[in-house]
Nanobody
Framework: QVQLVESGGGLVQAGGSLRLSCAASGRTFSDYAMGWFRQAPGKEREVVAT????????YYTDSVKGRFTISRDNAKNTMYLQMNSLKPEDTAVYFC???????????????WGKGTLVTVSS
């Protein structure tokens, strides 16, 4: 089992920045690819960004490219999402997830955190 706990969400004005963290415990963190997903009210959960076990490769959905940066520190069992130039449409609950396979599909991820709310005001 892997336990994931997100933090860093909050209320921010459009154009502002937030940094999300995902702290992992349980099994070896570096054994898992990781990802950030989000779900806005009334919408399906969607991928935001993913990162391989060693951090050497990343994926970003088009809407966040150039604004968000995913990273991980395997020594600290923690993953991050730096979010800059935030827009109201980024408002959602953000979830971190771990999977044995590097994928952008939520259905492939094995473990999930409970989420942290990000609200971007206009």
């Amino acid at each position: 089992q892997v336990q994931l706990v997100e933090s860093g969400g909050g209320l921010v004005q459009a154009g502002g920045s937030l940094r999300l963290s995902c702290a992992a415990s349980g099994r070896t963190f570096s054994d898992y690819a990781m990802g950030w997903f989000r779900q806005a009210p009334g919408k399906e959960r969607e991928v935001v960004a993913t990162i391989t076990r060693g951090g050497g490769s990343t994926y970003y959905t088009d809407s966040v490219k150039g604004r968000f940066t995913i990273s991980r520190d395997n020594a600290k069992n923690t993953m991050y999402l730096q979010m800059n130039s935030l827009k109201p449409e980024d408002t959602a609950v953000y979830f971190c997830a771990a999977g044995s396979t590097w994928s952008r599909r939520a259905s492939v991820m094995d473990y999930w955190g409970k989420g942290t709310l990000v609200t971007v005001s206009s």
